[in-house]
């Protein structure tokens, strides 16, 4: 990491390979090396191979201003590592793949479905779902506490959305697969490749079939909403709604597990949760703490649309450039004490949802839910033990665990 390079008359560090490498991020030190980075003068550019490389960047105050400023840096070519040197073919789209101000047109409809007004609304639902998933914990068995939180983004997700609750969990898998190809335990006999092709296939077979069957028959759900949404004078086409569906579920498995998996993998013996139980009035700013540490969208990739100069070094139109979140979410410039995980910390202004036109859409909902979460684990359970090591998911896109096993007692009083 020392080593440099010269481009366009400006010294660039050399970064490794080990930022791409999805297992980095189940079995090595990726903070270690974020912060190694954050001491450079330059960013750091990483070769892949011959033809694809990337600028990592890695401060708090980089990453917001590559994030807000969607002139420089477009989305529309893709947002993920894994399509590195290709074109995103839903790119223009997809919300998530579209700039300003056609990303802003059409993002008016959903947002103002997923507005905290509304979703507060969907609090009893909610908690109802979240109360049946944690309900096994008070077996006294082992309870796989990842598992069951990724299932929960599902099943309140699944709901809002309107899909039949006998289809979760083969879409619980398949979107799994599509943000965790590389891991193992979600991937196909055929390989990476084959997973990746089979989930995107599958999945958008399924939403093109439910689009077509609600046309007729809309209703109050997300889907509906999407259906009848128009922009530039038009409803948008299958193709739009289908692919803007496919990004919802995979945002909503993206963030919402993590932050808790994050509490109960790495704190568990460390007070917190007695903490937190004792002085429920941390809820909110504990949750916040929870999803800056996390930090469940691990990256995002954008590519420069002119040259120009950042962080002290010069950056090609056409370059990719990624920002790492979980290394911005630990700037020591922003955050005080950084490395601490502080249940009363505030201010706190992460991005973990991102930032500027991006900025997630279905935030609001992700936070009631892993609010509600906390509010009934701890009320209804105590003496939180780890009853296994804990495993994280091979991805290099999601931060997060995939089994953490432990044990609890039920409050007395509570049912």
Not at 370 to 391: H, M, Q, S, V, W
Request: proline share 6%.
């Amino acid at each position: 990491m020392t080593a440099h390079r010269t481009t366009s008359g400006c010294p660039v560090h050399l970064g490794t390979t080990d930022l791409i490498d999805p297992a980095f991020y189940s079995s090595g030190e990726p903070h270690r090396q974020w912060a190694a980075l954050r001491g450079l003068d330059t960013l750091s550019w990483t070769q892949v191979d011959a033809d694809r490389g990337f600028w990592s960047v890695v401060e708090f105050a980089d990453t917001e201003h590559v994030l807000r400023t969607t002139a420089d840096f477009t989305s529309e070519r893709g947002t993920m590592l894994e399509l590195l040197g290709m074109d995103d073919p839903a790119g223009g789209q997809q919300l998530v793949v579209t700039d300003p101000p056609r990303h802003t047109i059409m993002q008016a409809r959903l947002k103002k479905a997923l507005a905290l007004k509304t979703v507060d609304k969907q609090r009893d639902m909610i908690r109802g779902l979240v109360l049946e998933l944690i309900e096994p914990l008070g077996d006294g068995g082992v309870f796989d506490f990842a598992q069951a939180m990724i299932d929960m983004p599902m099943s309140v997700t699944g709901t809002m959305i309107g899909l039949p609750r006998s289809d979760w969990p083969w879409l619980i898998r398949a979107t799994t697969a599509c943000i965790a190809a590389d891991d193992p335990e979600y991937q196909d006999p055929g390989g990476k490749e084959a997973t990746l092709a089979a989930a995107h296939r599958e999945l958008f077979a399924y939403f093109q079939d439910l689009v077509s069957f609600r046309r007729d028959q809309l209703g109050d759900d997300l889907l509906s909403a999407l259906i009848s949404t128009r922009f530039e004078g038009r409803h948008m086409s299958p193709g739009e709604i289908v692919a803007n569906c496919y990004s919802l579920l995979l945002g909503a498995n993206v963030t919402t597990p993590h932050a808790p998996n994050y509490v109960m993998a790495e704190f568990i013996e460390s007070g917190v949760l007695q903490d937190w139980a004792a002085h429920p009035e941390v809820g909110p700013t504990a949750v916040e703490e929870a999803l800056r540490w996390s930090s469940p969208v691990n990256h995002m990739l954008r590519y420069a649309t002119r040259d120009l100069e950042l962080h002290g070094t010069t950056i090609a139109a056409g370059d990719a450039v990624v920002v790492w979140i979980g290394s911005a979410n630990r700037d020591e410039r922003e955050f005080p004490d950084a490395g601490r995980f502080d249940i009363r910390r505030k201010p706190n202004k992460h991005l973990a949802f991102g930032i500027g036109p991006h900025y997630c859409v279905g935030h609001s909902v992700a936070r009631i839910t892993i609010r509600t979460l906390f509010e009934e684990l701890l009320a209804g359970f105590e003496d939180f033990r780890p009853a296994g090591k804990p495993e994280r998911m091979v991805s290099n896109f999601v931060s997060g665990y995939k089994h953490v096993p432990i044990t609890a007692r039920r409050r007395t009083g509570t049912r």
